[in-house]
């Protein structure tokens, strides 16, 4: 697989690619030592909700450089209004409202009701964006099968039925069997497939400051609102007693000059701690918020993610979140391409999931937008003064920061075309279909006990609901109930799958089967075992029969722009001809027959 870009997104794709055991290059455009260097700021974050931040461990990397916050809260003036506890025994809720440091202009002002998270939600994970890609470039350098590979411009892109070539500036042209585009907003390689990219710019700014200090609440992320005056402002914290600041900025579109940076930090820090305390100035700058979304993310072998693909950020919400929720949705399909071919279905999917669950996040923010901010005419301003709505506009506010709700939440994928048609024997549970399942803890058939959000990124799951069989020993219940047959029914799957057993899941009686995908999403929960069913779910998930992997070495393929043969693998491991090659894969010129490496790495992953 090719992957251009090696923002955050296109190293998290590669490194799920490499959990799957796919050969992966990475074409990143800066020149060598200098990915690491000049983006060292402290105003370039990232906020990464449970879901997005467990899938970085799950891959191997560490997110120690970032801040979980204890708490958050909503000032409204200098009432609080909402707060919510990432700690204690009241985390991931919605507690009272106490003042905090402040005495309250507004009496009479009521907590807002926020959807609480679930039970022991981890808080969101706040860490500068330049650490995230140092780790993540640490965990990929890990995998032999994996290389970066720096000043590499793509300047022209051709495929065909076999694979995907690209070329760069410097006169190389790489050959894989699918391309995948996570070069940031201004992407080449959508504009080299013709994808339009429509949407509106500027539809928000902010100032930004990072800053040592000390605030009124050690660890809370807070975000202050003065709604009459379209003021609103968010302190969100990072190790060593760093903050980030974000001013919302008047949508006149006005040079933000130092002074009037200085003046914003110091009315907040006042405000906030009676006088202006010391602090030290670490880095600023400003920022727009888009609303666009590409209109095509697959075109052939080629595909698009991340920014290449969407962009979005209003009332706290995080494209980076998104894109990474690309990552996850893509790698497994990619992977199953690679080692058994792939049906068009299955190809076709990523798109109409991910395209429709981040426009489902943007039209909703697109509604928000009118009444929140003000400025959608006579009835948007009517509906923000009646009784109630400031106080609303506060609770999608705080759900937008906190990656909840219409705005930020994980999005349902009830469309898909690897949805089976509900097959005999379906059960209701607390999960719907289409929908993250719950991180329950399970045992494996090797008797390891995991959490089976652990198990993701891998084979499909079969999840059996067998309550008590934590207490037995495991030689009992593997040869107890339900086990043995459908034990026999996973290991005759059309696709790779791991049987699993938990005590309980919540809404799921006894011995039900649920069938999870390896992003997480519930393909059906069933009652007991049933062969067929279960292999009809199984075949949906993979899109149908696959077509055959093309016989031609076309993956981490390698040659001069129209010139002779050139090698350039990652790991130095000789192939059969004795040329140099990727783990894995050939990196030999041209579209000719597999090499000895390359066709011994699939044939041995299509057995795994």
């Known amino acids: 697989m090719t992957v251009v870009g090696a923002g955050p997104v296109g190293l998290a794709l590669a490194l799920a690619l490499s959990r799957h055991e796919v050969p992966v290059v990475v074409l990143d455009e800066r020149p060598a030592g200098d990915a690491d260097l000049g983006e060292r700021r402290l105003a370039r974050t990232a906020v990464l909700r449970p879901d997005t931040a467990a899938m970085l461990e799950r891959l191997g990397c560490t997110t120690a450089e970032g801040a979980r916050w204890t708490g958050w809260r909503t000032l409204r003036r200098r009432s609080t209004v909402v707060r919510v506890a990432f700690t204690g025994p009241d985390a991931g809720k919605e507690v009272a409202a106490d003042d905090g440091a402040f005495v309250p202009d507004d009496e009479h002002a009521p907590a807002e009701e926020v959807p609480d998270g679930g039970p022991g939600e981890p808080p969101p994970l706040h860490l500068p964006q330049h650490a995230l890609v140092r780790e993540l470039r640490a965990a990929l350098a890990a995998h032999e099968t994996a290389r970066i590979v720096s000043d590499s411009r793509v300047t022209a892109l051709r495929q065909d039925g076999g694979g995907v070539t690209v070329e760069t500036q410097r006169g190389v042209a790489w050959r894989a069997s699918h391309l995948v585009g996570c070069d940031g907003a201004r992407s080449t390689v959508r504009k080299l497939l013709d994808a339009r990219f429509p949407g509106r710019t500027n539809v928000e700014r902010y100032a930004v400051a990072a800053l040592r200090t000390e605030l009124p609440w050690p660890g809370e992320a807070v975000l202050q609102r003065s709604p009459l005056r379209g003021a609103e402002v968010t302190a969100r914290p990072l190790p060593d007693g760093v903050w980030r600041l974000d001013w ?198 090797d008797g390891s006990s995991v959490r089976l959000h652990d198990r993701l990124d891998g084979p499909l799951l079969v999840v059996l609901v067998a309550p008590g069989t934590g207490v037995w020993e495991r030689r009992h219940w593997l040869g107890a109930g339900l086990m043995p047959g459908l034990a026999a029914a996973v290991d005759g799957l059309p696709m790779r799958a791991e049987l699993l057993v938990a005590e309980g899941y919540p809404g799921a009686a006894a011995h039900t089967v649920l069938v999870v995908r390896p992003d997480g999403y519930l393909v059906a929960a069933l009652s007991g075992v049933r062969p067929a069913e279960l292999s009809a779910c199984a075949d949906a998930t993979r899109g149908g029969a696959p077509e055959p992997v093309p016989a031609t070495g076309t993956d981490l393929v390698k040659e001069p722009a129209g010139g002779t043969s050139d090698v350039a693998g990652a790991s130095g491991v000789a192939d059969a001809s004795g040329t140099s090659g990727v783990s894995g894969a050939s990196s030999v010129s041209g579209a000719g027959p597999e090499s000895a490496v390359e066709a011994a790495a699939r044939e041995a992953s299509a057995k795994r």
Do not use: M
């Open 248 to 445: 919302l900025l008047p949508p006149d579109g006005g040079l933000v000059t130092p002074e009037a940076l200085l003046g914003h930090i110091h009315d907040s820090l006042g405000a906030w701690c009676g006088d202006v305390p010391p602090y030290e100035l670490l880095d600023t700058g400003v920022y727009a918020v888009h609303h666009r979304l590409a209109r095509r993310w697959r075109v052939g072998r080629a595909f698009l993610a991340g920014d290449a693909a969407h962009q979005l950020g209003t009332f706290g919400t995080q494209g980076l979140d998104e894109g990474l929720r690309d990552a996850g949705n893509l790698a497994w399909k990619l992977a199953l391409a690679w080692r058994h071919g792939a049906s068009e279905a299955l190809l076709d999917s990523y798109e109409e999931e991910r395209r429709e669950a981040v426009g489902c996040l943007l039209r909703s923010a697109d509604r928000a937008l009118p009444a929140v901010r003000g400025t959608g005419g006579w009835r948007a301003v009517r509906r923000s003064v009646v009784p109630g709505s400031v106080r609303g506009h506060d609770a999608i506010l705080t759900e937008g920061h906190l990656g909840r709700g219409e705005l930020a939440g994980p999005v349902l994928y009830g469309r898909t075309p690897l949805a089976p048609a509900p097959p005999a024997g379906s059960v209701p549970v607390g999960t719907p279909v289409g929908a993250p399942v719950e991180d329950v803890p399970v045992t494996a058939p």
